[in-house]
């Protein structure tokens, strides 16, 4: 049976690449009918703290990775790790030293049979000594790892590749308590648009800003996994079961993955769009401001559901139609406001939507398309100075459905500021 874990220290923000190693441990134990384990190691008491694990519990039920039985903390299980390092003291294969514990690393080569970079051999002869037990009781990394997995009885060890350095200790270790490792899968790091390590200038923050920034979480299971991974036949858009179906551990690369927010973006407005309506209003709720009547919000999400990126584009489209102060591009100012009779096509528009009893969409057009009749123009000739007038931006939504959906008294309010000025 398979049986995985994600093993996050709990002393700093979860950021993008520990996530796409937790999922890809988590697709991996779901694709194969396996366990997922959750393990805290939080024996670094000085740097662990209960807002990291916050965070990592919340961050991974937001992704929607849920963890089987209940996570372990390593805090809780000192006993063991001594126990482990006594009987290695026992054997002759570890001394004291003080209160610490030290392992004499044998000195010959070891073979790690990684299942995405083959067969890697290391030469242990240089190693010298591995400390298992600090002077403070606490265990070390490398063997309260080992401890863990094989008494969680895992089966494959999937983690980034900046753990290669340790596999051969731990492989070390493993045959010290005569254990037979798991089967070691390590991940290619996550490489920034600059082909170096994810750095805080690209990509290197915390998962949680990705959901304030108005990610949805499908969208993020959907583009970290194909971090490393791809289904082959240049598939992209997935839903997270079938991802689950696809995925495998065969067909992760050897390379770096590069992040690339705008592919992200892509994706989440894919997700987005897939959305019902009803689904949409309730994944944009907690970034709205105000309170809104529910019939009309209806209306503006339907409007903008198909054209935003990111929740958060909505709630600024959204503001468009409701801060009392429009903010003008000014590019958009003047490209479409600052030519020839302009603001005079506009008074005239404003006198015409003045006389509209009804501010539907169908009556504002008919009004506005009568007018453009009359002065032998073309729609491009109202529509842009019109959108950039009201929204102050140059693209919107379909610019009647905008106007009825802003309401005549703002729409007429606008036109006049715009005219006077
Ligand atoms: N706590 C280690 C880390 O966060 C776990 C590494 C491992 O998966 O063995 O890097």
Redesign the pocket.
């Known amino acids: 049976m398979v049986r995985v ?1 994600f ?3 709990p002393t700093g923000s979860l950021h993008i690449g ?1 996530v796409r ?1 937790a999922l890809f441990n988590w697709l991996y134990a779901r694709a194969q009918s396996g366990k997922f384990i959750l393990r805290i ?1 939080d024996t670094d008491k000085k740097r662990s703290s209960d807002v990291h694990l916050e965070e990592i519990i919340s961050s991974l039920k937001w992704l929607g990775l849920d963890w089987d039985g209940e996570p372990y903390f390593q805090s809780k299980r000192s006993e063991l790790y001594l126990s482990c390092a006594d009987k290695l003291i026992q054997k002759g294969l570890a001394h004291k030293d003080g209160e610490a514990v030290i392992f004499k690393v044998p000195a010959e080569r070891v073979k790690i049979y990684d299942l995405i970079h083959g067969e890697i051999e290391v030469d242990n002869a240089l190693i010298g000594e591995l400390v298992l037990i600090k002077s403070d009781r606490s265990p070390a ?1 490398n063997f309260a ?1 080992v401890v863990d997995d094989i008494e969680m009885k895992i089966s494959h ?1 999937i ?2 590749d900046d ?1 290669i350095s ?1 596999t051969n200790k731990q492989v070390a270790l493993y045959t010290a308590l005569d254990a037979k490792p798991p089967k070691f899968a390590h991940i290619p790091l996550i490489l920034g648009p600059d082909k170096a390590p994810l750095s805080k200038r690209f990509g290197a923050v915390s998962i949680s800003e990705y959901k304030e920034k108005g990610y949805l979480p499908q969208a993020m299971v959907n583009y970290l996994s194909l971090l490393g991974w791809s289904p082959g036949n240049d598939r992209e858009f997935m839903d997270t079961q079938e991802i689950i179906k696809k995925f495998s551990l065969k067909r992760v690369n050897k390379r770096g993955a590069e992040f690339n927010e705008d592919k992200l973006r892509w994706l989440n407005g894919e997700h987005i769009r897939k959305l019902d309506l009803d689904g949409f209003i309730k994944a944009v709720t907690p970034f709205i401001k105000g309170d809104h009547d529910a019939g009309w919000l209806r209306k503006v999400a339907e409007l903008y559901r198909g054209r935003v990126k990111t929740l958060v584009e909505f709630r600024e489209e959204l503001d468009v139609f409701t801060s009392e102060d429009v903010h003008y591009r000014e590019d958009a100012v003047e490209k479409f406001l600052k030519k020839g009779n302009v603001l005079g096509i506009l008074r005239l528009a404003k006198e015409r939507m003045e006389k509209i009893k009804d501010f539907t969409v169908e009556n504002i057009e008919i009004e506005l398309r009568d007018l453009l009749k009359e002065l032998g123009l073309k729609g491009a000739d109202l529509i842009h100075p019109l959108r950039v007038a009201v929204t102050g931006k140059s693209v919107s939504a379909g610019i009647f459905e905008v106007l009825a959906l802003l309401g005549k008294e703002k729409t007429i309010k606008r036109l006049e500021q715009v005219i006077k000025k």
């Open positions: 874990r093993a996050p220290s520990s190693t190691e990394y790892c060890v983690r980034g753990h340790n």
